[in-house]
């Protein structure tokens, strides 16, 4: 299961900077990678775990912005199609690094 984040926050004054540099480097020490620019994906063993981690997302919001979480399974996830560029072959766009111990 994955849990992507997805997110518009405003860059106008150097407080919103500010907030946009904290939120981006708390989803990173929560976990996610990028995918692209302002999506961020983390692989969640659960339902339960994705609940957990998206509270915790809660917890580090800004107050300005739009901020949004979709919740898709691995079979989802890899379904995706690259309509232009290249595809990465890294840890981001593959289920064999989920191990469940």
């Known amino acids: 299961m994955r849990?992507?984040?997805m997110f518009d926050l405003p860059?106008?004054?150097s407080e919103d900077r500010r907030n946009y540099r904290q939120f981006r480097k708390e989803l990173i020490n929560e976990g996610f990678l990028m995918i692209q620019?302002?999506?961020y994906a983390r692989?969640?063993?659960t339902k339960q775990s994705a609940q957990f981690t998206e509270n915790r997302?809660?917890?580090f919001l800004p107050p300005r912005g739009?901020?949004?979480t979709l919740t898709v399974t691995e079979k989802q996830y890899n379904s995706m199609h690259f309509?232009?560029?290249d595809q990465k072959d890294d840890v981001r766009n593959t289920s064999d690094r989920t191990?469940?111990?």
């Open 43 to 45: 692989v969640c063993v």
């Open 3 to 5: 849990l992507i984040v």
């Open 99 to 101: 191990v469940v111990i």
């Open 66 to 68: 739009l901020i949004q």
């Open 83 to 85: 309509l232009v560029g």
């Open 11 to 13: 860059i106008d004054t």
């Open 57 to 59: 997302i809660k917890t």
């Open 37 to 39: 620019y302002s999506v």
